[in-house]
């Protein structure tokens, strides 16, 4: 399951839990296209320490297209993504590799520093 919510912080945070498809994310990714209330700043946190990712290496080139076209229209996102497995870990070290001049992404272990780098000014 994915659930989502943009707190009072202004991060948009989004929760992984149980088995994650590459379905699941298409569909994450199709309804997020659809959000017009976010900043066009956005910071984006992903918490996949309660889900079992079901998808492959390979998949990972694809969710980082698919989640570049959904987030075009943003002026820059910061996505931090809090993993505790080695497949999420592995899994996330390739999606953050996948960043560009106007996204940028980074693994945490930790929500402290996840905020905590969210927050930080001038990442980009």
């Known amino acids: 399951m ?5 707190e009072d912080s202004g991060i948009f945070d989004v929760k992984f839990s149980g088995i994650i498809s590459l379905n699941d994310v298409n569909k994450f990714l199709s309804d997020f296209d659809m959000i017009n209330y976010l900043p066009q700043d956005i ?15 390979r ?21 931090a993504i809090l993993v505790n497995k080695p497949n999420s870990t592995a899994y996330s070290i390739l999606f953050a590799k ?14 402290e520093a996840a905020i905590a780098w969210l927050k930080k000014t001038n990442i980009l």
Not at 63 to 78: D, F, H, P
């Open 98 to 111: 996948e960043s560009s001049h106007k996204i940028i992404r980074k693994v945490f272990s930790t929500v």
């Open 2 to 6: 994915i659930s989502y919510s943009l």
């Open 43 to 57: 910071m984006l946190l992903y918490d996949l320490r309660e889900a079992n990712l079901n998808f492959n290496t």
């Open 59 to 79: 998949d990972i080139w694809s969710i980082s297209e698919m989640t570049n076209k959904a987030t075009s229209s943003y002026n820059s996102v910061r996505t």
